[in-house]
């Protein structure tokens, strides 16, 4: 069962994750011709996880445990049983992470040290590790350092705590993980109402990187936008291009802005033929850090490029071309760039 109980029902999340992985398919057909996900699509919806996935051998390991009917590829009934059970969290049981006071770590520190080695409560299995953020401090013995995930659960979840606004995609997919069971209208209130009685410079939560928080429901809704993300990457590799080839193509009026209808236009010619005019305003929110409802290629380039650094053709490309020869129509659809002009005449009329 997908369903959460918290208004998220079980046919909305597999809409999401169907969408998820339709999308990776048309990726994975576009690149190799095959209908179905291998570890290039599969290394991409680990990452929309927050997965950490540093090696080929990570990889292959994550393939093996998904792949239930060991055909070396991953299907759709795979990828909703990973999500059903959250196989990619790795937990220890029994593990609680509590915030001290330095009056408080100090204690517990000298309690540590006068027990030499000693379990710290008599004849338990208790231990302590006393940390400041991601650095293990001291520890007493049979301490255990917690899962990757789990760490960084935690470690995300008190710099939320603490009002923090920046964070890196890995870490957004993470903390969701950790606040999914309330809605986001409460995870907003929440987190506003702790930064403004901390005196901290209020800004727009839903034009930065925390944004996902407060408008994605949960994991499914989050991997179901960022396995979009991940296949205009893989699609534009795909075709044998880099980035700025792809911007200079789909940038048809040459202003060096991209609408949402040249946006849509280009995203359709590289294979995206099922996107809906919410998901290219959901894409242009996401890509534009300016907030005027066009895209630059700095916020492109930003939005797109590959996590690993690599920014090349895949070695296998689907066909060579020649950009110059492309000519592509923008497709109808009402701008974000009017929509916010008319948003602002409306403030002044008023």
């Not at 789909?250 to 060096?256: A, E, P």
């Amino acid at each position: 069962d997908l369903d959460d109980g918290n208004g998220v029902n079980a046919s909305e999340r597999a809409q999401q994750l169907k969408r998820a992985h339709a999308a990776m398919v048309a990726a994975a057909r576009e690149r190799s011709g095959e209908a179905f996900i291998t570890t290039y699509e599969l290394k991409e919806m680990a990452r929309a996880l927050g997965m950490s996935i540093d090696s080929d051998e990570e990889l292959m390991d994550l393939m093996e445990k998904l792949d239930l009917d060991t055909t070396s590829v991953i299907r759709y009934a795979e990828i909703k049983h990973m999500m059903q059970y959250q196989m990619f969290k790795e937990i220890h049981r029994g593990r609680h992470y509590i915030a001290v006071s330095l009056e408080e770590a100090e204690h517990i520190r000298g309690i540590i040290h006068l027990r030499q080695g000693d379990d710290i409560v008599a004849n338990s299995r208790c231990a302590v590790g006393l940390r400041c953020q991601s650095l293990l401090l001291d520890a007493s013995a049979g301490f255990e350092v917690a899962p990757f995930y789990q760490q960084t659960m935690a470690e995300q979840s008190y710099r939320f705590l603490n009002s923090e606004l920046y964070y890196s995609d890995s870490q957004v997919s993470v903390l969701l993980s950790a606040l999914q069971d309330n809605a986001p209208a409460r995870r907003q209130s929440f987190f506003t109402e702790v930064r403004s009685s901390r005196r901290r410079k209020q800004r727009d939560l839903l034009a930065g990187p925390i944004a996902p928080l407060f408008s994605m429901s949960d994991q499914y809704a989050l991997l179901s936008f960022r396995a979009l993300i991940a296949t205009v990457r893989l699609l534009v590799r795909a075709r044998g291009m880099k980035l700025l080839d792809a911007f200079r193509l789909f940038d048809v009026d040459r202003d060096g802005l991209l609408s949402c209808g040249e946006l849509w236009a280009g995203l359709e010619w590289l294979g995206m033929t099922q996107l809906t005019p919410d998901d290219i305003y959901s894409i242009v929110k996401h890509v534009d850090r300016t907030g005027v409802g066009r895209v630059r290629f700095e916020d492109f380039e930003h939005a797109f490029i590959d996590p690993s650094g690599r920014d090349a053709p895949l070695p296998f490309v689907s066909e060579e071309l020649e950009v110059k020869s492309i000519e592509l129509v923008p497709k109808e659809i009402k701008e974000l760039a009017d929509m916010n002009t008319e948003s602002i005449d409306a403030v002044v009329q008023i």
